[in-house]
């Protein structure tokens, strides 16, 4: 998170208007300060203005990270562990239920190039 946190000071002020920025100032203040990121938002009303523009931020900042990363594992100048893992997680039953904390592509990537069928029960969208 602190790479993200680190991204979102560089970025937040050259997206916002004049009347966000010092609301966006005091949440970069504390992050310098040390506070984790999730901390830090946690001020923030979920019907503020600003929450839009952070979640424009962190989206395209999350999109270009995960495009690095899919390119390099098609490329074959990266492997994801959690690929090998599933040999040894699904030899019984030739299968596996993954939950995660987080919704994370990377372990549905990871199962693909294991060879392995992805079902996320997910039904929604893709954004591109």
């Known amino acids: 998170m602190s790479t993200l946190a680190r991204h979102l ?13 010092p ?16 901390t830090a938002l946690q001020s923030i009303d979920s019907n ?3 929450v839009e523009q952070i979640i424009n931020v962190v989206a395209k900042f999350i999109l270009e990270k995960e495009r690095e ?11 994801l562990p959690f690929s090998d893992l599933l040999k040894y997680i ?20 990871a199962a693909e190039l294991a060879g392995y069928g992805v ?3 997910f039904a929604g969208t893709v954004y591109w």
């Open 9 to 21: 000071q560089d970025a937040m002020p050259t997206v916002l208007n004049r009347a966000l920025l």
């Open 69 to 79: 990363v899919i390119e390099r594992l098609v490329q074959g100048s990266l492997t």
């Open 90 to 109: 699904v030899f019984a039953s030739g299968r596996a239920e993954v939950v995660t904390t987080n919704y994370d592509r990377l372990i549905e990537f």
């Open 48 to 50: 503020e203005e600003l």
């Open 119 to 121: 079902d996320t029960t």
């Open 23 to 38: 609301r966006w100032q005091a949440i970069s203040d504390d992050l310098t300060k040390g506070i984790d990121l999730e």
